[in-house]
């Protein structure tokens, strides 16, 4: 509680946690939103979202073409210091709805709190390097 907190402001704990929430949703989102929007312009990378009118959770899934998705993970964590992970996330019906019959093959970026601008683009500019782009 008080890790949220220390991101708000107000009289009392409820108000700062209140107010934690609302900076941590607002930056996460802002990061989000960065991420999907950079992802959507590599050719090679699917970005599976909701509308725009969709309210989303700061985790952003694709798929990436010509190599498994766990290679994909792999090089960007050796050669780009960033993490993806591979999978269904415990998701499996959605994942077989957008991925039919290669469910295994999402990648996920997940947005904290602690995330920063520089960690989403170089998750960007590791995803073009790999593409070519």
Avoid: W
Wanted: aromatic share 10%.
């Amino acid at each position: 509680m008080n890790f949220i907190a220390d991101f708000g402001s107000g009289a009392n704990l409820t108000e700062r946690i209140r107010s934690g929430y609302a900076i941590i949703e607002e930056y996460e989102n802002s990061l989000a939103a960065r991420l999907r929007d950079g992802l959507a312009t590599i050719p090679g990378v699917t970005l599976f979202q909701a509308g725009a009118s969709v309210p989303k959770t700061p985790t952003v899934a694709f798929r990436v073409d010509g190599m498994k998705q766990s290679e994909f993970c792999a090089r960007m964590s050796e050669g780009h210091q960033a993490f993806v992970s591979d999978g269904d996330f415990y998701r499996q019906t959605l994942v077989r709805k957008i991925v039919p019959g290669d469910e295994k093959s999402v990648v996920r970026a997940g947005i904290a709190p602690y995330t920063t601008v520089e960690e989403v683009d170089r998750l960007l500019a590791g995803t073009r390097a790999i593409f070519g782009a």
